[in-house]
């Protein structure tokens, strides 16, 4: 009943910048945390940036001072800002999110089907 979807993604040159973003919809009660994974081919997936619904935030140690998270609660939407791209950024995205589709049943995990993003010259 939750569905993810990402946009934002394509093709940069190394040092240049992307912004993806995430929309949630369907039957919303609240959402906790959100987030963005990432898989380059042959690799594991792997955590980028995480956001509480106060807005804490933490990164994966590569993207420090590079990429910033970000969400707005009233339209269910979380952003990641990616500046200073470089080669090794090039993976699929995944937008996550933790929702409660009820007021009494537990959060689930949802994902999004991702998106491509491609740092080359």
């Known amino acids: 009943q939750v569905q993810l979807v990402e946009s934002g993604g394509g093709l940069v040159q190394p040092g240049g910048s992307l912004r993806l973003s995430c929309a949630a919809s369907?039957?919303?009660?609240?959402?906790?945390?959100m987030g963005w994974y990432r898989r380059a081919p042959g690799n594991e997936r792997e955590l980028v940036a995480h956001?509480?619904?106060?807005?804490?935030?933490n990164y994966v140690d590569p993207v420090k001072g590079r990429f910033t998270i970000s969400r707005d609660n009233v339209k269910k939407t979380v952003h990641l800002q990616m500046n200073s791209l470089k080669p090794e950024d090039t993976a699929v995205y995944y937008c996550?999110?933790?929702?409660?589709?009820?007021?009494?049943?537990?959060?689930?995990?949802?994902w999004g089907r991702g998106t491509q993003v491609t740092v080359s010259s």
């Open positions: 996550y999110a933790q929702a409660l589709t009820s007021g009494r049943g537990p959060y689930n995990d949802y």
């Open positions: 369907g039957s919303i009660f609240s959402i906790s945390n």
């Open positions: 956001i509480t619904s106060g807005g804490v935030t």
